[in-house]
């Protein structure tokens, strides 16, 4: 967390807001009435007091600029839902705020059998439900019935889990037919075996008021209008949550919310990224911002394939005329200022990108490549391509042109876009937008897509290892040379650039079949420092979830995982 100290764009910020106000309608109404919870009306804490240290009681509105459909996990399809729902639902384990997975409702991380083939949970005792039920391994066993009924059941991790035994009430044993090396990502939620019928959960009465084991209960949603939570009666810390309840406010859209914010009507936003850290300059003498890289990259992909070949699964057969060469794509980087795109779009308040995987336990500390014009010039003229009369460099008669392409209408991609052209002209490099509607660029494999059958340059968008530390699925789809998009494989995996180096296979490989997670590292970091010296991809900057706030909500933290800004919610308090 920090305090913004940049103090411009006043006047842009205010004329915005002006613009910018019109309200949410409230429309259908739901309630919770569990007879066991009492709902006291919202209060501010008592004034008299000591602030030095937590007070119990109040209220506080958090502002979203998403709303959720369902506060059920396993139909879950959005952000704002699983951070909604992390609320009021735990799980074996979750990401804490530095990023490193850790038990809850678990005594501590699974025991691994020599194999790799068991996962033993030692699963914490008294906890219960919302509703007063226990938690036990029988929850543990319904919630992975309930998870093999969806698509999630399909996923890497829960499609390879064979049964869950439970020796005990406190103990479940996971089987699984083979190695899972992410299985730290099992179980982030866990369903109370009372939750529905498996076969039908988009009828549960669960979608809605959820029963979990968090420090949260739903005690009203009024759809387009505002969420409130009450404290968990039978939560498992003694005298948590601290406050007496949380109310999520919907507003339509940022500025709407910062207005909001700017005026005391709410304590906190959420569903902002470091593109709005200059519209809250305003407001940096009221105001504190929290912020949590989310372990993805803004970043430019270079297709080493020739472009006009289509899906060619070995770019060496079909090299692309100007990215196949190294020098080519590393004095394109040399070319690029990162801290200088930063400054221009984000007034200095953002973080370079550096690595592919930049975030959590699993974190490659990578150096920033450096911006030297002179150095990317030098490769340029080490490998024939010699200024021409408009300054863009050729070689053989071909032009050192290449063509960009980014969703359409993105007003800060194509500002982006803009800077980057003149970083390049610099060096006497060409670049020619050529941006997509989003539909057009994100299409798949069967829509005949640019990205999918590489028909490009250069892509320019945002992708990483989201709500998991764990960069193994990232780094497989992206960097694996089985996942690249060919006509045998009908366009599965996204190794858009078509890159291939055999050692990065091999250290992936390696890293899904083993457990023993600081190895896993160590092959990760080898990945990581591999395709910086091949610049398959430029990382241009780290993307953030950035969250405002009032200095008056206390213990207000965010985390990289899915409970988001939820996370320790059971420890806000109001400072009086």
């Known amino acids: 967390m920090r305090r913004i100290t940049f103090a411009g764009l006043i006047l842009i910020f205010a004329v915005l807001l002006t613009a910018c106000k019109n309200a949410t309608p409230a429309m259908e109404k739901a309630t919770l009435p569990p007879a066991s919870i009492e709902h006291p009306s919202p209060t501010a804490p008592p004034e008299n007091e000591v602030s030095s240290g937590p007070v119990a009681g109040g209220s506080v509105v958090i502002g979203l600029t998403q709303q959720p459909k369902t506060l059920n996990p396993l139909l879950a399809t959005s952000a704002v839902e699983d951070a909604v729902i992390s609320f009021a639902v735990e799980g074996l384990v979750q990401v804490d705020a530095d990023g490193v997975y850790t038990p809850v409702l678990a005594e501590a991380l699974p025991e691994v059998g020599d194999d790799g083939l068991t996962l033993i949970y030692h699963l914490r005792h008294g906890v219960r439900f919302s509703n007063g039920d226990a938690f036990t391994c029988e929850d543990v066993q319904f919630t992975l019935d309930a998870i093999m009924n969806t698509p999630l059941g399909l996923s890497p991790g829960y499609s390879v889990i064979d049964s869950v035994d439970c020796p005990d009430a406190d103990t479940a044993v996971v089987n699984l037919e083979q190695v899972y090396a992410p299985y730290l990502n099992l179980f982030q939620f866990i369903l109370p075996k009372k939750a529905g019928d498996v076969s039908a959960p988009e009828d549960w009465d669960f979608n809605r008021h959820p029963l979990g084991t968090g420090p949260w209960v739903v005690r009203e949603w009024v759809d387009g209008d505002h969420i409130t939570l009450a404290k968990n009666p039978y939560y498992r810390e003694t005298g948590k949550p601290l406050l007496d309840n ?66 060619p699964a070995d770019p060496t057969k079909a090299p692309h005329p100007i990215l196949s060469d190294v020098r080519i794509r590393r004095a394109i980087q040399m070319a690029i200022d990162k801290q200088s795109l930063i400054d221009q779009l984000f007034a200095g308040m953002g973080r370079v990108g550096t690595s592919v995987a930049p975030v959590g336990q699993y974190a490659c500390d990578e150096p920033p490549s450096s911006f030297d014009l002179e150095g990317a010039k030098s490769l340029l003229d080490q490998s024939g391509w010699v200024a021409g009369a408009d300054g863009v460099r050729e070689k053989n008669g071909v032009r050192l042109s290449l063509s960009i392409a980014t969703t359409a209408g993105d007003a800060l991609r194509e500002r982006s876009e803009q800077l980057l052209v003149g970083m390049l002209k610099a060096a006497g490099i060409e670049l020619r937008v050529e941006n997509l ?130 996370f320790g919610s059971q420890d806000w308090w109001l400072k009086p």
């Open 246 to 311: 949380v109310t999520l406010k919907f507003f339509p859209g940022v500025i709407q919310g910062i207005q909001a914010l700017s005026q005391g009507q709410i304590s906190a936003l959420w569903g902002l990224s470091e593109a709005d850290l200059p519209a809250l300059a305003a407001l940096a003498d009221r105001v504190s911002v929290a912020e949590v890289p989310t372990g993805e990259n803004e970043l430019l992909v270079l297709n080493l394939a020739d472009p006009s070949t289509d899906a």
């Open 437 to 566: 509607p989003a539909q057009d660029f994100f299409a798949g494999w069967s829509a005949n897509s640019a990205r999918k059958h590489g028909r490009f340059d250069i892509l320019m968008y945002t992708t990483g290892p989201v709500g998991s530390p764990d960069p193994q699925g990232h780094l497989t789809s992206n960097y694996h040379s089985a996942s690249i998009p060919t006509v045998a494989n009908q366009g599965q995996g996204n190794n858009f650039s078509r890159y291939i180096n055999a050692d990065v296979d091999a250290w992936l490989d390696q890293a899904s079949h083993s457990t023993d997670q600081a190895q896993r590292k160590n092959l990760f970091c080898q990945i990581a420092a591999q395709i910086n010296a091949d610049v398959p991809r430029i990382f241009l900057y780290e993307r953030l979830t950035i969250s405002p706030y009032l200095p008056a909500l206390q213990n207000y933290r965010l985390s990289p995982g899915r409970s988001d800004f939820s």
